[in-house]
Every structure is written in structure tokens, then in C-alpha cells.
């Protein structure tokens, strides 16, 4: 029975609080928010009363359960129509009107011409010519050889990477590609195998000649040598009874990959060393 007078509670609630809203407004505008709160707490004060007067002790009938349900949503309807009230908003008063102060336009430097005297010892920057060449580069020996001397009778690993100097609107860009093979073989001392070591890389060269300056009067490039590919290795001459881990048949591969910096001065024979040695060709 409780849960039903509940149920009927909220629907009457929800259900009339539109109407509450509709009669609630006019009746807030033409006599004022307090007149509904005066009402509804007279109201409620009646039906408490009036609800709880049981002069024969007996037990609430279904009758005045209903009357009550009906008084608190006229008390909620009451209260809706006040939230519903409309209160006209106060207008501030405007501000006098002033007239702006039009500000000083603001003063213009004037650049003041400087003369420049040209020393007869100074050079103006100019941009060099463009061409191409190329990039020779030496790989030594002891690099791969646990810093043992390189035998006599092998020489460097050699390699060459052209490259053309293009126009790209003012810039002077440096572009070429190349391949890098070497294969080194050492046999250790005191050891009785042979170890080799085999260079697989493909090289790109990107970078930007830049102009002339004092101090570098043939100009300078800002180059980059991109490296890729495989290091492989393999042993030889090893002993039947050891395992070999990379032999011959099935070497070991190790992928490789490097951005080298060389900033060479754009002149003939310009070198950088890495460990590896890169010498600049002018053609």
C-alpha cells in the first residue's frame, strides 16, 4: 500500500508541475514570489492538522491516506510555480558619455645612414660555383683488427661516392649515392684461425654548400653521409674440434645503420676523419 501512494506521489508530481509553472508565473508577477510561500505554508500547516485529528484513536483510512497525497502535490505544485516565477531584471544605469582622448601619433624612427668603409684585407661573402666531385673514402684496416697493425701487404679499403652540386632558387645543394664493399682478413696471433669481416653498405650523400666567408674564403659544405647495410663475418681455418659460431657456410649478419657529419671546407683534398677518412675531390 505504501509503495503505491508513493508511486501515485511522484506522478502527480511530475504531472503537474508544467500546470503549477503555467499558474505559477502570472500569479508571481501580480502579487509576488512571497504570496506563494505564504500560501503553500498555510496549506500545509492545514492539511497536517486536518490529517492527524483522529478523535476516535482509529488507524488512517485509505480516504485520508488519498487526501494527503493530494495536499503535498498542491504544496509541490505551489512550490514549482514559485521556481517559474519571473523577476524582471534591474537595468543599471548607463554611464555619462565621454569623448575619447585621441592619442599622439606615435613618433617614426628615422634610420640614420651609416657609411661602411671596406677594408682592402676583408672578403665579401660570395656564394662558390657549382659542380660535383667526390667523396673518397678509406676505411683503415685496424679498425676491425682489435687494434693490431694492418699487415703490410693489405691496404685500405677504398671507396668513392660521386656527387653533383645543384641550384635549388638560391641554395647550393650537394647530392650523390654510392656503394661501400670492403672485406678484411686477419689471423690472429697465437690463435690458428682466420678471421674476415665483409662491408655491404649503400651510401647517400645530401648536404648544402654554403658561401663564402672570411675565415673560410672557398666556402663550406654541411654535409651528411647516410650508411646502410650489413656487416658480415665468418671464421675460417677453425679448429674440427671447437664449434664454429659463424662459419663460412652460414656467417653472421649484423644490420647497420649511421648518419656521419662532414663538414668539409669546399676546397680540393678537404679531409674529415671519423674513424673513417673522407677527403673531398673538385672536378
Given amino acids: 500500500m505504501q509503495g503505491r501512494v508513493f508511486t501515485l506521489i511522484m506522478s502527480l508530481s511530475n504531472g503537474l508541475t508544467p500546470l503549477g509553472l503555467a499558474i505559477g508565473g502570472p500569479v508571481s508577477d501580480a502579487l509576488g514570489v512571497r504570496f506563494w510561500f505564504g500560501l503553500a505554508g498555510a496549506v500545509s500547516v492545514a492539511l497536517s492538522r486536518l490529517i492527524s485529528s483522529d478523535e476516535r484513536g482509529k488507524v488512517i483510512s485509505n480516504g485520508r491516506i488519498l487526501l494527503q497525497t493530494f495536499g503535498f502535490t498542491l504544496v509541490l505544485l505551489l512550490l514549482s510555480g514559485c521556481g517559474g516565477a519571473h523577476v524582471e531584471p534591474t537595468t543599471p544605469p548607463e554611464p555619462p558619455a565621454t569623448t575619447p582622448t585621441p ?24 656564394p ?20 693490431e697493425a694492418p699487415p703490410a701487404d693489405v691496404p685500405e679499403c677504398v671507396n668513392t661516392i660521386p656527387f653533383r652540386i645543384t641550384m635549388d632558387g638560391a641554395r647550393s645543394m650537394m647530392e650523390g649515392e654510392g656503394r661501400i664493399d670492403c672485406q678484411f682478413v686477419d689471423t690472429p696471433q697465437g690463435v690458428p684461425i682466420t678471421y674476415n669481416v665483409i662491408l655491404e653498405f649503400d651510401g647517400v650523400l645530401n648536404g648544402e654548400l654554403l658561401p663564402a666567408t672570411p675565415d673560410k674564403p672557398s666556402g663550406w659544405v654541411d654535409a651528411y653521409l647516410t650508411v646502410d647495410g650489413t656487416i658480415v663475418q665468418y671464421y675460417t681455418d677453425y679448429p674440427p674440434e671447437a664449434t664454429n659460431p659463424c662459419p663460412e657456410s652460414n656467417p653472421c649478419r649484423t644490420p647497420t645503420s649511421d648518419v656521419i657529419p662532414l663538414p668539409f671546407d669546399y676546397q680540393e683534398g678537404s679531409r674529415v676523419t671519423t674513424p673513417w677518412v673522407f677527403i673531398l675531390h673538385l672536378r
Wanted: aromatic share 4%; hydrophobic share 30%; glycine share 10%.
Fill in 103 to 126: 592619442l599622439p601619433p606615435l613618433a617614426t624612427a628615422t634610420p640614420t645612414p651609416t657609411a661602411m668603409a671596406l677594408h682592402s684585407d676583408e672578403q665579401t661573402p660570395t
Fill in 128 to 147: 662558390p660555383e657549382p659542380g660535383g666531385g667526390e667523396v673518397e673514402i678509406r676505411i683503415p684496416f685496424d679498425i676491425f683488427s682489435e687494434g
